[in-house]
Nanobody
Framework: QVQLVESGGGLVQTGDSLRLSCAVS????????MAWFRQAPGKEREFVAA????????FAADSVKGRFTISKENAKNTVYLQMTSLKPEDTAIYYC??????????????????WGQGTQVTVSS
């Protein structure tokens, strides 16, 4: 059974950096797109960033472009989200997801089959 476990969340200040990790167990993420989503209180889950399996192309939401980077380490079956220049509006629960979306659905949560339990990121002003 595939499991995704996020870690690395915490309380930081505006302008700080943080790196989230997503460890995949029970299977390999080879051939799957990996993505990060986030959900703030009272808001819908939103796309943050994704990485394709074949050509390793990465995509990011406009709100985080230039500040957040998704990467992976195949040997550890782990995906990372490096977050820099954090803002209070980045405060949310961050979820790791794995699936096989087509390009047009890469940012759609419904296109991903496997999800982690989430890790809280809080950015204080």
């Amino acid at each position: 059974q595939v499991q995704l476990v996020e870690s690395g969340g915490g309380l930081v200040q505006t302008g700080d950096s943080l790196r989230l990790s997503c460890a995949v167990s029970g299977g390999s993420f080879s051939g799957y797109s990996m993505a990060w989503f986030r959900q703030a209180p009272g808001k819908e889950r939103e796309f943050v960033a994704a990485r394709r399996p074949t050509n390793s192309n990465t995509f990011a939401a406009d709100s985080v472009k230039g500040r957040f980077t998704i990467s992976k380490e195949n040997a550890k079956n782990t995906v990372y989200l490096q977050m820099t220049s954090l803002k209070p509006e980045d405060t949310a629960i961050y979820y790791c997801a794995m699936g096989r979306p087509i390009t047009s659905t890469l940012s759609s949560a419904s296109a991903y089959n496997y999800w982690g339990q989430g890790t809280q990121v809080t950015v204080s002003s």
